[in-house]
């Protein structure tokens, strides 16, 4: 998939960004804490980082060609 | 890739303590007095370091500090958002005054969005080289599931989250 590291960008950084709201709802965090803002730049750099370096999935072996008939 | 793993949730571990830590608040110091009395319920501020607050209200408030004459003061009152918004001042007063008590009714209306959060309020008065700092923290009524917004977030979250996880997922597969 071309522009990944696109996809994990945009998903990393609403990922911290819900997460800092989250935790602004459930009193885990006040509203001046430095999480409202460095969560979304982590998630951002993260999801940039985990895009780029996913490590390629096994290709399959090549096959042989066939064996020609015999005969010929 | 593990180890990028391992490093995020280390940081995480470690740093997560202390961004969260509870802070410690101050209550109002001497000779400075304020209170503030919302639906009939009054917060003195050299008691209370937390309050759950209504979205709107009135708030009848009062301070004072021993003295007499004509002399310059300096203070304001604000609200603290996250870095890199500046925090934003409630009232401030810097002037010539032979006053040393004030009162009034400060009436706000606070957004649907809020509800839940909790606001740290602080505030500060300068006179004669003395200066009396206070802060307290004031959370709005209702929040969690009960608050629209952190209900849209959960989708959010999801949505996104599940955004990484393909993102992640090795290339090729």
């Known amino acids: 998939m071309r522009k990944r590291w696109l996809l994990g960008a945009v998903s990393g950084f609403f990922f911290g960004l819900s997460l800092s709201i989250i935790l602004l709802g459930f009193h885990v965090i006040h509203l001046d804490s430095i999480l409202v803002t460095l969560l979304p730049v982590l998630g951002l750099v993260v999801g940039i980082a985990g895009a780029l370096w996913a490590p390629r999935g096994a290709r399959p072996a090549p096959t042989a060609p066939p064996a020609p008939p015999e005969g010929t | ?173």
Request: glycine share 12%; charged share 15%.
């Open chain 2, 1 to 173: 890739m593990r180890a990028l793993r391992l490093g995020v949730a280390a940081l995480f571990v470690l740093a997560a303590p202390l961004l969260t830590a509870a802070r410690a608040d101050a209550n109002l110091e001497p000779p400075c007095s304020a209170s503030g009395t919302l639906n009939g319920v009054t917060y003195d501020a050299a008691k209370v370091n937390a309050a759950t607050i209504p979205r709107t209200g009135d708030v009848h408030w009062k301070g004072s500090i021993p003295g007499s004459g004509t002399r310059a003061i300096d203070g304001k009152v604000v609200v603290k958002l996250p870095w890199p918004i500046p925090e934003r001042t409630l009232g401030s007063w810097t002037k010539e005054s032979d006053s040393y008590e004030n009162s009034g009714v400060y009436h706000y209306d606070l957004p649907s969005v809020l509800a839940g959060v909790d606001i740290p309020v602080s505030g500060d008065h300068t006179e004669h080289g003395k200066t009396c700092l206070g802060s307290v923290v004031v959370r709005i009524e209702g929040g969690g599931v009960s608050n629209p917004v952190v209900i849209g977030t959960f989708v959010v979250f999801i949505i996104s989250g599940v955004g990484l996880w393909v993102s992640f997922r090795p290339k090729g597969v």
